[in-house]
């Protein structure tokens, strides 16, 4: 039986939903207020039941325990506290989650187990309320709940499916604290108008004043506690950095520009972080992304060996066996490294601001301009050429545009086109599809206005092609356009190629081709066509664009 193993990553990300979930549940409840006090009421008692289980308790206040330990032994480990804004506001809201918590169990669970007070919003709201509490309880939740969007946004932001769901996810995100807080206020109202009356004063059960105080002496000794442990972990770190200094445990790492003593148990990335080293590091250190890897070009044979974060995210790069990331390789000897991606500043900043770059199955549709003339006739002039070329790519960009396509390269090649890079790859099959004929239609009718201009017109091919890609932004300082990066945009540029040398007006890859919906004849020829890379995609080649399909049908080869 194979055993399983979660690391550090996993737990966090996976106590981390345990407890987002928590409070996400409990603002629904709040929210409920803006209805009735009863019906949040009734909400409460079932999450209540759910969470107060046994198998709800080890839940929750295990994944609150993995969750907070991880984070203090996270503070230990880090060896400098030079980090991106963004991430230091993480953990900052991250250490501040525990003060709601332990505020929130002590007057729940514990007053409930300790001295039978209901955990009900009659109760809870009411003392909030008389005690002109509820500003601080709003203003507390704050912190987790930014913490936990923040982490979700890390952990899923570069997924497609997070992609196209982004705008919803943030407009919930934003709304439902905001329906809490207005719930919470409105139960307050609405308890205030039942003081009124003798029977619910009767029937209420509140906190004496004894319990009152004994409760407040509890959570102020919880909260000590906490924030005894946050000092704790920033003391040890002081702790271990000065002994470390006083044994002169350093370990040499090079980097083309200089060379750096850090204490050993550094990693490359906190080095360069902590001698003003420009590294990039989109996911902040996660061993997600891989942008912060680098060769290593001495001392290899002394390193520890990768990790199992680390080894699954070189073999999705498919990276060789003397690069390594970064915020993972802690060298305890002397080490040679080179940096392999931009580490100008600007591009760090723009890449830790948010995830620029995205992975998924999209659509690429690439238009080549094969040849200038008609029959005889060659342009004469340059300039002619120059204007027949723009006139071209104008009405290209246009099609491509209006089906919804992401620009590429416009050049005198001709253009390209990414379909996909936020919808699902079979809408983005037929998008392109639609952006195909639409390009077809409108070259047909110009090369019209080009002969009668200029006595020549454009010889083109146009070719679809689906499959996985990065996309980014490439290009130089702040000109850079997202283009789409990978095996699939190689294999696209040899089907253009193939299909050009064929003479043909059009050619489609199978996987274009299923995802679209085209109804291809049994008696249609699939033409193989080889990549740079070694592989072999089939493509139907046309002498014109296949019918784009209508809403809910699929396209036919009738040419």
């Known amino acids: ?26 603002f629904i409840d709040h929210a409920l207020g803006l209805a ?5 009421e009734q909400a409460l008692g079932w ?16 994944a609150a325990a993995i969750h907070i330990t991880l984070a203090l032994l996270a503070v230990y480990e880090r060896r400098t506290l030079r980090m991106p804004a963004v991430q230091a506001v993480r953990i ?47 203003t507390m939740q704050a912190p987790g709940w930014v913490h936990g969007c923040m982490g979700l946004h890390f952990a899923f932001g570069r997924l497609s499916w997070w992609q196209r769901s982004r705008q919803a996810l943030f407009g919930a995100a934003l709304l439902l604290p905001v329906l809490a807080a207005l719930g919470f206020l409105a139960m307050g109202r609405e308890l205030a108008m039942l003081t009124a009356d003798p029977a619910w004063q009767g029937a209420a059960r509140a906190a004496d004043p004894v319990t009152r105080v004994a409760l407040g002496r509890l959570r102020d000794g919880m909260l000590a506690g906490w924030f005894a442990l946050i000092a704790l972990s920033f003391g040890a770190r002081e702790l271990r950095g000065w002994i470390e200094r006083r044994r002169r445990l350093l370990v040499p790492i090079a980097y083309p520009q200089r060379t750096v003593d850090v204490p050993r148990g550094w990693s490359v990335l906190e080095a ?42 070189l073999d999705r790069i498919r990276a060789g066996p003397d690069v390594r990331l970064a915020c993972q390789l802690r060298p305890t000897a002397r080490v040679v490294v080179e940096p392999l991606l931009d580490p100008h500043p600007a591009a760090a900043r723009e890449c830790e601001a948010a995830p620029a770059i995205v992975e998924r199955e999209v659509a690429l549709l690439f238009v080549r301009i094969t040849s200038w003339g008609s029959g005889q006739v060659a342009p004469g002039s340059p300039h002619d050429t120059v204007y027949a070329l723009n006139r071209v790519l104008d009405a290209v960009g246009a099609a491509m545009a209006a089906a919804g396509g992401l ?29 195909a004929a639409a390009v077809e239609r409108e070259l047909v009718a110009l090369n019209r206005q ?27 300082g702040g000109d850079r356009a997202r283009l789409p990066v990978g095996p699939s945009v190689r294999a696209a540029r040899a089907l253009r190629d193939h299909a050009a040398a064929a003479d043909a007006r059009f050619a489609i890859s199978r996987q274009a081709a299923d995802a679209a919906g085209v109804a291809v004849p049994e008696s249609a020829e699939w033409q193989p066509v080889v990549d740079p890379g070694g592989g072999v995609l089939e493509a139907l080649v046309c002498t014109g664009v296949i019918d784009a399909p209508s809403e809910g049908a699929g396209a036919s080869v009738g040419r």
């Open 407 to 435: 620009p590429g390269r416009f050049d005198n090649e001709g253009a390209s086109a990414t379909f996909g890079a936020d919808g699902e790859p079979h809408a983005a099959a037929r998008q392109a599809l639609v952006a």
């Open 450 to 476: 080009l002969l009668h201009e200029v006595g020549f017109e454009a010889g083109f091919v146009i070719t679809l092609h689906l499959g996985p890609a990065a996309i980014g932004p490439v290009g130089r």
């Open 1 to 26: 039986m194979t055993a399983i193993h979660f690391t550090r990553r996993e737990l966090r990300l996976s106590s981390g939903l345990v407890m987002f979930t928590y409070v996400a549940v409990h």
């Open 47 to 62: 999450s209540v039941a759910v969470w107060s289980s046994l198998a709800g308790s080890v839940l929750l206040y295990g």
């Open 272 to 313: 360069s972080r902590g001698f003003g080293i420009p590294h990039l590091s989109l996911c902040g250190g996660n061993a997600r992304c891989s942008t912060c890897r680098v060769r290593v070009v001495e001392g290899a044979a002394e390193l520890p060996p990768p990790g199992v974060d680390e080894r699954r995210t």
């Open 36 to 40: 009735s006090l009863d019906l949040a």
């Open 92 to 138: 900052a809201l991250g250490l501040g989650m525990p003060v709601l918590l332990i505020g929130h169990v002590v007057a729940t669970r514990l007053a409930a187990d300790l001295y039978a007070l209901a955990p009900t919003y009659h109760r809870i709201v009411w003392a909030l309320w008389v005690s002109d509490g509820e500003g601080r309880q709003l």
